[in-house]
């Protein structure tokens, strides 16, 4: 799958009966975790409960590069600046502390906190795809130049172009709806400039790392006051944000 991440969830050949939460017990056929083709080594076998695959706490840390902590009935799965919360006892979840009422809670089972895979996965930005010759629930990751794509601002609507121009002299990140504008601000001549270098996806955020150029100090350019710029779309999963950083400082655009 060029230029995809896939892990697959590959289901077993005798699927577990839907039944209650509480009372499902773990199947002797349970759902194997393959990445990028490749079976992982559980710490624990994954679950298949009402037609959702569960693995443990610590299984999904591995799997979704995340750090697990646990204190009492409260765990908490971390990666990077994203967080999400599981209370195990009354079954809430919360995004970046935000709390999810379509969000899917924690299971126990022999000791063992287990997470649902799906839900996880498409909090961090993934598609869920079912292949059907393989008889596996793909987790699909797009490259993330495909998640910020630059476009030609005469190619947008006259409204969007409007916007464009009501924003660009001022140094700073603008949207609307899913059209973002980086802008500089106002600079001397054509010599400065602002190129993407670099974009991350992670969960709750889609980072895009820009640089600022400069003049070629071998080049005569013509004293013209110019405000560069960058237009490009995101179309943002669930709960996620649009960062930019400064690919040279590695702070916050601004």
């Known amino acids: 799958m060029k230029g995809k991440t896939a892990l697959a969830v590959v289901l077993g050949m005798t699927l577990l009966a839907a039944q209650p939460i509480e009372a499902a017990p773990a ?25 959702r695959t569960y693995v443990s706490a610590q299984d999904a840390s591995s799997i979704l590069q995340a750090d697990w902590k ?6 908490k799965l971390t990666r990077g600046q994203a967080t999400l919360t599981f209370q195990i006892d009354t079954g809430k979840v919360a995004v970046n502390g ?41 987790v699909i990751a797009a490259q993330s130049e495909e998640k910020f794509t630059l476009v030609e601002v005469d190619k947008l609507t006259s409204e969007q172009q409007a916007f464009i121009e009501s924003v660009k002299k001022k140094k700073g990140v603008y949207h609307q709806g899913d059209l973002y504008v980086i802008a ?15 974009v991350q996806q992670s969960w709750e955020q889609l980072i895009v790392y820009v640089k600022q150029t400069s003049p070629d100090p ?4 013509p004293q013209v006051i110019t405000y560069p710029y960058l237009v490009g779309k995101a179309k943002l999963p669930p709960y996620t944000t649009l960062v930019v950083i400064d690919a040279d400082t590695n702070q916050p655009f601004q």
Request: glycine share 10%; hydrophobic share 35%; charged share 25%.
């Open 27 to 51: 199947s002797s056929a349970t759902p194997a975790i393959m990445i990028d083709g490749k079976q992982v080594t559980m710490k624990k076998a994954s679950l298949l409960i009402t037609q």
């Open 98 to 138: 935000s709390w999810k009422t379509d969000g899917q809670l924690a299971i126990v089972r022999d000791g063992t906190v287990y997470l649902p895979l799906r839900w996880m996965a498409e909090q961090a930005g993934y598609q869920i795809e079912w292949n059907a010759e393989k008889r596996a629930v793909e």
């Open 218 to 221: 071998d080049r005569m350019y």
């Open 70 to 75: 646990q204190e009492g009935q409260t765990g």
């Open 184 to 198: 500089r601000g106002e600079l001397p001549h054509p010599g400065y400039g602002l190129q993407v270098v670099k």
